[in-house]
């Protein structure tokens, strides 16, 4: 049998080993290998995750190899995951719920997380949402509604919203866009017109309006001769 150097190994290697000498597992020192190469190693053979110490892998290592088998989930410590590595894994492996850290999660973690996979709302703080956050909440996830505070979006949150999800009206306050917002939402929601002050609008503002709704050409010209 060959003398082999499990520490200085990488995991093509030692699963090279595995497959060439019958007895290089048996001899194998699993204590020797590197966290890296445990990662290389669980992915292409998941039935050694019992020889593995999990606690010298760090929570991200565990991470990335229950992106590819999630039936390993009982050996991993994850509760040194960052909030954004804990979305990661959720978003592809959503059954893995129990070792989550939650309280890492901001809310722009929340935000991309529900977007997705509105199961775990039970487990959100949604008074720490942003306006932005909000707006972009529900123009994927609308049954939310209940939860905002809408007084928390700003006109360019509206304009975003309302050019997606044009139901939530009701709840805007249109005094709040600037001439670039109502331009972006007229564009491609002319319905909102009646509540449009058109003297917010620039050049710039116009030029872009009318060239997605060249109709608005007389409101420019009546703002122009209120000026």
């Known amino acids: 049998m060959a003398d082999y150097n499990w520490a200085k190994m990488e995991g093509r290697d030692i699963l090279k080993a595995f497959e060439d000498d019958p007895q290089a597992m048996q001899a194998c020192k699993w204590g020797d290998i590197s966290a890296f190469t445990w990662n290389v190693l669980l992915k292409a053979r998941p039935e050694l995750a019992s020889k593995c110490d999990w606690r ?19 050996f991993a410590d994850l509760s040194g995951l960052e909030g954004g590595e804990a979305v990661e894994l959720l978003l592809k492996q959503p059954d893995i719920t129990a070792a989550i850290p939650w309280e890492k999660l901001s809310s722009k973690h929340w935000e991309k997380l529900l977007s997705s996979q509105p199961q775990f709302a039970d487990k959100c703080d949604f008074s720490q949402f942003s306006g932005e956050e909000w707006g972009s909440l529900l123009v994927s996830q609308p049954q939310f509604a209940d ?17 997606l999800q ?36 620039s050049d710039e503002d116009w030029s872009f309006l009318l060239e997605h709704q060249p ?12 000026d």
């Open 56 to 74: 010298n892998l760090s929570a991200w290592n565990q991470m990335r190899i229950l992106l590819v088998h999630p039936e390993l989930a009982s």
């Open 215 to 226: 109709q608005f050409a007389e409101k420019r010209n009546s703002a122009a001769q209120k």
């Open 166 to 201: 044009p139901q939530f009206a009701d709840e805007c306050d249109f005094s709040l866009l600037s001439g670039e917002d109502w331009a972006y939402l007229l564009a491609e929601e002319p319905q909102f017109a009646d509540e449009c002050d058109f003297s917010l609008l």
């Open 147 to 163: 939860k905002c505070d809408f007084d928390l979006l700003s006109g360019e949150d509206w304009a975003y919203l309302l050019f």
